[in-house]
């Protein structure tokens, strides 16, 4: 009796494991594409730019951050256990739709999802800080203390995920990288940037 009690339980143990199994294997793979990046300089850069120029620069750090992004996802050294759009494809439907790259961030997800054909969207927004020395004088609150604060080329990638039914933020991280030059510029930077947003990527095999 016991023997015929423990061959059922395992039995039965089995049959659980294979119906996991077997959902996991049929269930498709959520897709998700990767926005371009929302990018802002905060304090004023002692390079004289026009706007034009300004915008233009910034319009190029945004597809270049996302194509980053893009490319530390499909790094044949890691396995995901989703799909990643390619950022090129996904800047060509935008376009085709008439949607301006630097608005793209304030869209509604959901949208874009259907749009996307995707599942998710992965959104970046890298702000810079340039060096700057601002003096903090006396408040209420503090009517004797003052401060400097010394801003020194530091920059901050927020990276969210966005549900594509219901458009609802899932997850995000603040990955923060101090340096005095552009993105593009630090090989070694970006390394270290891509290497702290993996480690914390929702969707990285184990």
């Known amino acids: 009796m016991h023997l015929a009690k423990s061959l059922l339980l395992t039995f039965t143990c089995l049959i659980a494991v ?17 926005l371009p990046v929302k990018t802002g300089i905060y304090m004023p850069t002692r390079e004289a730019q026009t706007v034009a120029e300004r915008m233009q620069s910034e319009h190029e750090l945004s597809i270049y951050g996302q194509s980053l992004i893009y490319k530390a996802l499909v ?29 793209v961030n304030f869209l509604d997800k959901q949208s874009l999802c259907q749009y996307l054909q995707v599942d998710e969207v992965v959104t970046g927004d890298l702000k810079t800080f340039s060096k700057s020395t601002i003096y903090v004088g006396p408040t209420l609150m503090s009517p004797i203390m003052s401060a400097y604060h010394y801003f020194d080329g530091k920059k901050v990638l927020t990276i969210g995920i966005h549900d594509g039914k219901t458009g609802d933020l899932i997850w995000i991280e603040d990955i923060h990288l101090k ?17 702290k947003f993996l480690k914390a990527f929702p969707y990285l095999k184990s």
Not at 179 to 190: A, M, P, S, W, Y
């Open 18 to 34: 294979l119906y996991t199994f077997a959902q996991q294997t049929t269930q498709p793979r959520k897709t998700i594409a990767i």
């Open 75 to 103: 790094n044949e050294d890691i396995s995901l256990l989703v799909n990643v759009q390619h950022w090129e494809h996904t800047d060509s439907l935008l376009r085709k739709a008439g949607i301006e790259f630097r608005k």
């Open 179 to 195: 340096t005095n030059k552009l993105l593009r510029t630090e090989q070694g930077d970006e390394s270290r940037l891509m290497t």
